[in-house]
Nanobody
Framework: QVQLVEFGGGLVQDGGSLRLSCAAS????????MGWFRQAPGKEREFVTF????????YYADSVKGRFTISRDNAKKTVYLQMNNLKLEDTAIYYCAARPAQATIPTSSDYQYWGQGTQVTVSS
């Protein structure tokens, strides 16, 4: 079992920045690839970004490329999401998720563990 808890959400103005953290407990963190997803009101959950266990691979949704950065610290069992130049359309609940480390391109169904989510609200 892996438990995930997200931190760092909040209210920020258009163009501002936030840094989300996701702390893991339980099994060896470095055995897992990590992803961030988000769900806006009335919309389906969508992929935001991914980082593999060794930090050698990252992927980003086109909507966040160049603005968001994912990173991880395996010693601290934490994955981060630095969000810059936030836009109104970034408003959503953000979730981190873990899947067992593997070489395949990640899909939503790969993820076995999910956090409870943290709200990010971007205001004008």
């Amino acid at each position: 079992q892996v438990q995930l808890v997200e931190f760092g959400g909040g209210l920020v103005q258009d163009g501002g920045s936030l840094r989300l953290s996701c702390a893991a407990s339980g099994r060896t963190f470095s055995n897992y690839d990590m992803g961030w997803f988000r769900q806006a009101p009335g919309k389906e959950r969508e992929f935001v970004t991914f980082i593999n266990w060794s930090r050698s691979r990252t992927y980003y949704a086109d909507s966040v490329k160049g603005r968001f950065t994912i990173s991880r610290d395996n010693a601290k069992k934490t994955v981060y999401l630095q969000m810059n130049n936030l836009k109104l359309e970034d408003t959503a609940i953000y979730y981190c998720a873990a899947r067992p480390a593997q070489a395949t391109i990640p899909t939503s169904s790969d993820y076995q563990y999910w956090g409870q989510g943290t709200q990010v609200t971007v205001s004008s």
